[in-house]
């Protein structure tokens, strides 16, 4: 099983450019998870998804972030415009039918200059 | 949401030495997964332990969750323990994670 798999692993980019962060989960599990990861803050959930579905979009900072999963295999998190505040790293997380527990893919570390 | 209380913040270990990391969280919960981040950034699943007792090697874990708390156990540490580890919880749904407990063990 490869796991979960993000892209970029890194991504550096100007202030005011859109910024597209993707994430594959793991075959046959039915819910996606995005986190953020800053000092101040810590760990934090933006969105979750139950079969394609977005069920708890609370944790979303603002109208500038955006999450799609338009397939079972497939999830973006867009952030339009980008803000040297969104620096951080993003994490991705999947989790089967069959139990609660979660794993996380290696996530993508953003610079936002 | 839930609280998630983890202790000792930060953590000196002589290698070969015994740990103990606690975990409160205000709320009952389906989930409880203990994680470590590596130097790396990556979070690796240490233990899935809603209730009860797990081991895995040198590290293991106890959670009662009717008094809402988990204990991670690391028995003769080594250099590689070092990171930051994670208790999470949560009911159907993201997980609430604590701040974490820094580790680093010292040859």
């Known amino acids: 099983d490869a796991g979960v798999i993000q892209s970029p692993r890194h991504e550096v980019t100007e202030m005011g450019q859109e910024v597209t962060l993707r994430c594959k989960p793991i075959s046959g599990h039915n819910s996606l998870f995005w986190y953020r990861q800053t000092m101040m803050r810590g760990l934090e959930l933006l969105i979750y998804?139950?079969?394609?579905?977005?069920?708890?979009d609370s944790g979303m900072p603002e109208d500038r972030f955006s999450a799609k999963m338009p397939n079972a295999s497939f999830s973006t998190l867009k952030i339009q415009p980008s803000e040297p505040r969104d620096s951080a790293v993003y994490f991705c997380?999947?989790?089967?039918?069959?139990?609660?527990?979660?794993?996380f893919g290696p996530g993508t570390r953003l610079t936002v200059t | 949401g839930i609280q998630v209380e983890q202790s000792p913040p930060d953590l000196i270990l002589q290698e070969g030495a015994n740990s103990t990391l606690r975990c409160n969280f205000s709320?009952?919960?389906?989930?409880l997964q203990w994680f470590h981040q590596n130097p790396w950034g990556q979070l690796i699943n240490l233990f899935y332990i809603p209730s009860g007792t797990k081991q895995n090697g040198r590290l293991s874990a106890t959670t009662v969750a009717t008094e809402r708390y988990s204990l991670l156990y690391i028995s003769s540490s080594q250099t590689t323990d070092s990171g930051v580890y994670f208790c999470?919880?949560?009911?159907?749904?993201?997980?609430?994670f604590g701040k974490g407990n820094q580790v680093v063990v010292i040859p």
């Open positions: 998804f139950n079969n394609n579905v977005p069920i708890d």
């Open positions: 709320d009952s919960v389906n989930n």
């Open positions: 997380a999947s989790e089967g039918t069959n139990s609660y527990e979660q794993y």
């Open positions: 999470a919880v949560g009911r159907r749904g993201g997980l609430a």
